[in-house]
């Protein structure tokens, strides 16, 4: 099933819940059709895949009275045809009421738009057998614009990490790695989804899938995954093994320098500042990895690479850093004959360099 149709497919379970709450309002014995609809709409939505987060919040907070009770305008202004002033038809049905009767309401009300009913829900939702959406809606909702409402998913979320083996969540934090690095309003409830991506069961899995990747954007999340020290146990591996020139080159680089490197955003460069004339470059922030890197080991298997991308991180070290390497002459001897010329002109250079010393 594809996920258009598993969206849609919700987006059918969620109006019939609409309509059952909306019915609720004029009957009150319409419990059964209310529950059976809440199941519904619970199953549908732990079949969606992380990615649809976004789209089923909308999907719900679309609908014009979801949630919310049906009010009868005053009979004289209604008569001259002033709506402002209203009384609640049935003041003793509410969807605090709905949240506490009803259970596995909290996963859908956890998408209201009122922020009060959001941290409800948030409260009422059961930690144990948490599905892969509802995981990555409560990590979203650590970027709530209410504070009470980031709180409140904080604490699920660590209610979660007692009751769940945290590798179920792999594909969903595979997902959360790139969308968070843009969130700004997160920063003092993060380190308790940043437990669960950061833990040594989830990091490995997360580094075999980096392996074996073919396609995707993989080298952007091999860089927001170098911001923590739990995946430099398997930068040799992913040095030798990964598929994807792109990530063996960052593996390589990583252990040839030292240093992990990732993007934080973009800064100025001037290039003529009385013109006001400037380019937008990367701004990156490095730390020292915990592994320990045969250097030369390293610098040989980079050269033999079969991709010139990768050769080319063996030649720029040398040019740089060919003092702290023993077998530079070896590197030079690989290199000096392969097939392009931006890595030829690198090798002349260097031994030119060396002549002149």
Request: proline content about 3%; glycine content about 4%.
């Amino acid at each position: 099933m594809t996920s258009y149709t598993q969206l849609n497919k919700f987006d059918t379970s969620i109006w019939l819940l609409d309509s059952a709450l909306q019915v609720r309002w004029k009957d009150s014995g319409n419990d059964k059709a209310i529950l059976a609809a809440i199941k519904i709409a619970s199953e549908n939505m732990d079949q969606l895949p992380p990615e649809l987060v976004s789209s089923a919040a909308a999907k719900i907070g679309g609908r014009s009275n979801y949630g919310s009770p049906l009010f009868e305008p005053n009979p004289y202004l209604k008569k001259i045809g002033f709506f402002g002033k209203r009384k609640l038809v049935t003041p003793e049905i509410n969807p605090n009421n709905d949240l506490v009767r009803f259970d596995g309401l909290g996963q859908i009300y956890m998408f209201h738009f009122n922020g009060f009913m959001r941290e409800r829900a948030l409260i009422k939702i059961d930690p144990a057998n948490v599905s892969e959406f509802l995981f990555t809606a409560t990590v979203f909702k650590l970027n709530d614009w209410v504070p009470e409402v980031r709180r409140a998913a904080a604490r699920l979320l660590a209610k979660m990490a007692k009751n769940n083996d945290c590798t179920k969540f792999t594909k969903a934090i595979n997902y959360l790695s790139g969308q968070t690095l843009s969130w700004k309003r997160w920063h003092d409830v993060k380190d308790v989804y940043l437990s669960f991506q950061h833990s040594p069961q989830v990091m490995a899995i997360l580094a075999g899938e980096l392996c074996a990747a073919k396609n995707g954007a993989q080298s952007r999340k091999f860089r927001n995954l170098l911001r923590d020290s739990s995946i430099d146990e398997h930068l040799h591996k992913l040095a030798l093994q990964a598929k994807l020139p792109a990530v063996r080159t960052i593996a390589l680089s990583t252990l040839l320098e030292g240093q992990a490197r990732w993007v934080t955003g973009k800064q100025r460069q001037w290039i003529d500042k009385r013109y006001n004339i400037y380019r937008m470059e990367k701004s990156w922030r490095s730390r020292e990895i915990t592994c320990v890197a045969n250097i030369e080991a390293i610098l040989k298997i980079t050269a033999t690479d079969k991709t010139v991308t990768v050769r080319k991180i063996a030649a720029d070290f040398l040019i740089t850093h060919q003092e702290t390497a023993s077998n530079v002459p070896e590197i030079i001897s690989i290199l000096e004959n392969d097939k392009y010329l931006s890595i030829r002109k690198r090798i002349d250079f260097i031994i030119q360099k060396r002549r002149a010393l």
